[in-house]
């Protein structure tokens, strides 16, 4: 969900009217005199914004009341909000005969599925916190505090827990960042900025065997091989975490946290859009009786989103075979659970594709009555999405890619 303090959050203005990126301690001392009137000023400044957009969210659902279903969900989506996925449309399976059935695969976190959950945690002068390494195959080398996310936990408790047993910080995750996938759908890796709220920095006196110590590294000397790293997997990841903190609020997407929302499968929630000079529409399912976002059970294997969309778009289209390849743009939402342990596992992820305009005729006839092309009536929806996809850095970015770190 999108947090309404976000813009206050990254970035503060000390007494000489300079501008830093914090506010983040990243030590015991109190807090200074110039500290406590900034922490003033921004919780003041959080309280109005969070008053103005309590009021905003009041109006707004009143809206909803008298709006389509679609166009509601779309707004919920737009917020960072949870929304029901109805039922499953269907089941994506690779175009392999050697690929199992995806109705016998049910995802268990630590055995047939993986979430990773990383911590880009930034100090005051823009350094990042590394981890070095007491495991005997990369002993020594650092890396960014990273660990699988436990049985029956959700992503944010993983990746506080491990900040804390790596570099002995208490930290606050401001927003997810960015999602990898590894070539598959059965492995994730979940990105957060983050800030030290408490605790202190690990030391050699205090190793064990999550970690060696802590330490914090300029981005620079991170990139530049001054740092003896495990992997450099995690740079792409590095350099939108350091780009999101340093760019206005108007410039990048809003501080998100995943949605609370118990799957027991891998669903893709495609937002398809088609967008005309003055009219933009989006790919419908409707077999429920209600116009909703068609949803796909993942085959593990599938390579990656967009390869999944031509399952989709086999069922919508009724063809034998579809190699239509649309890019992701990013995604809206990532909504998962992970309680109770075993049953709830799952994730559902809905990212935004664009077709375009040269594909518009092939697919401007939808065979399967089952679905349609809904235009979007209300034009302050469909200008927010277009606002979204079209500018860059305002969804949260998905990167997909054949290798990975296993840790």
């Known amino acids: 969900m999108f947090k309404a303090s976000d813009e206050f959050e990254i970035k503060a203005t000390n007494e000489s009217g300079e501008t830093v990126t914090g506010p983040m301690s990243t030590d015991n001392a109190s807090v200074d005199h110039v500290g ?17 957009q309590d009021r905003k969210n009041e109006e707004e659902a009143g809206s909803l009341k008298d709006m389509p279903g679609i166009e509601s969900d779309i707004v919920k989506l ?29 995802p268990v976190v630590k055995r047939t599925v993986c979430y990773i959950v990383m911590a880009l945690v930034f100090d005051d002068e823009g350094r990042v916190i590394l981890i ?58 979940i990105g957060y900025v983050g800030r030290v709220t408490g605790g202190k920095l690990k030391t050699l006196e205090e190793q064990d065997s999550e970690s060696l110590q802590a330490q ?27 780009k999101y903190i340093s760019q206005p609020v108007t410039s990048r997407h809003p501080h998100y946290h995943i949605g609370t929302q118990p799957h027991q499968h891998l669903l893709l929630r495609p937002v398809v859009i088609k967008q005309t000079q003055g009219s933009m529409e989006v790919l419908c399912c409707r077999k429920t009786g209600r116009t909703r976002l068609p949803c796909c059970k993942l085959h593990p294997r599938e390579f990656s989103l967009s390869t999944a969309l031509n399952c989709v778009f086999r069922d919508v289209f009724q063809l034998s ?54 235009k979007i009536a209300n034009t302050s929806i469909s200008e927010q999405l277009t606002h979204r996809t079209f500018t860059e850095d305002l969804l949260i970015p998905l990167l997909e890619k054949s290798g990975g770190s296993s840790k």
């Open 36 to 52: 406590q009137q900034k922490k003033k000023r921004v919780d003041t400044a959080e309280e109005n914004l969070t008053s103005r």
């Open 78 to 106: 737009l917020a960072g909000d949870i929304v029901d996925t109805g039922s499953i449309d269907l089941s994506c399976r690779p175009q392999s005969s050697a690929a199992p059935n995806v109705d016998e695969y049910k």
């Open 132 to 189: 070095q390494e007491a495991k005997a195959s990369c002993r020594g080398l650092w890396y960014i505090p990273a660990g699988r996310v436990e049985p029956g936990e959700n992503f944010i408790d993983g990746v506080k827990r491990e900040v804390l047993e790596e570099a002995g910080f208490e930290i606050e995750p401001l927003t997810v960042s960015s999602i990898e996938a590894y070539g598959s759908q059965d492995w994730y890796r």
């Open 216 to 242: 914090w590294f300029t981005v620079d000397e991170i990139l530049n091989g001054s740092v003896k790293l495990r992997h450099h997997d995690f740079f792409k990841s590095l350099k939108l975490a350091q």
């Open 321 to 374: 075979q579809s190699r239509i390849y649309l890019p992701v743009q990013g995604l809206l939402t990532v909504e998962h659970c992970g309680i109770p342990a075993r049953e709830h596992d799952g994730i559902c992820l809905t990212p935004v594709f664009v077709l375009p305009g040269d594909l518009h005729d092939k697919f401007e006839n939808v065979p399967n009555k089952e679905y349609v092309w809904y």
